[in-house]
């Protein structure tokens, strides 16, 4: 089946590229810890290949060097979401909302905070996006 035959190519060949730019980016985090643009960089490509244990901890030190920063403590919750720490999870995406993250159409379909969605927690979370929704308008 040659289809099946060139997905499959196509996917090897975008887990080999995701590898290099992991590998590349893990090299100037090394170089400058503080680098903010390579650690999202990394974080996001660690979530891609699924390394979410990884992507986590790269999320960490990016709350630790941008805590003012809505979409830092957007993407920590993804990143607790995805490993199924739905309370951690919770929490920063709360303050991510605190911090002024607004883009509530994402926030509903994202697939990496599905499992943070089904938690007991989401339904105070969506109680504050509406008023947070009510306050913009």
């Given at each position: 089946m040659p289809g099946k035959s060139r997905k499959s190519r196509n996917t090897r060949e975008q887990a080999r590229v995701l590898d290099i730019q992991i590998q590349f980016m893990e090299g100037l985090v090394r170089r400058d810890p503080r680098y903010v643009e390579a650690l999202a960089l990394l974080g996001d490509n660690y979530t891609k290949r699924g390394r979410f244990a990884e992507g986590l901890g790269v999320d960490q030190r990016l709350a630790e060097l941008e805590p003012d920063n809505?979409?830092?403590?957007?993407?920590?919750?993804?990143?607790?979401?995805?490993?199924?720490?739905?309370?951690?999870?919770?929490?920063?995406?709360?303050?991510?909302?605190?911090l002024g993250y607004r883009d509530f159409k994402w926030l509903a379909k994202d697939p990496d905070l599905e499992k943070l969605r089904a938690h007991s927690r989401y339904k105070q979370i969506q109680a504050e996006i509406q008023r947070l929704k009510v306050v913009e308008k």
């Open positions: 809505p979409l830092v403590f957007y993407n920590l919750s993804c990143s607790y979401a995805l490993l199924e720490q739905c309370d951690a999870a919770a929490d920063a995406l709360e303050n991510a909302l605190r």
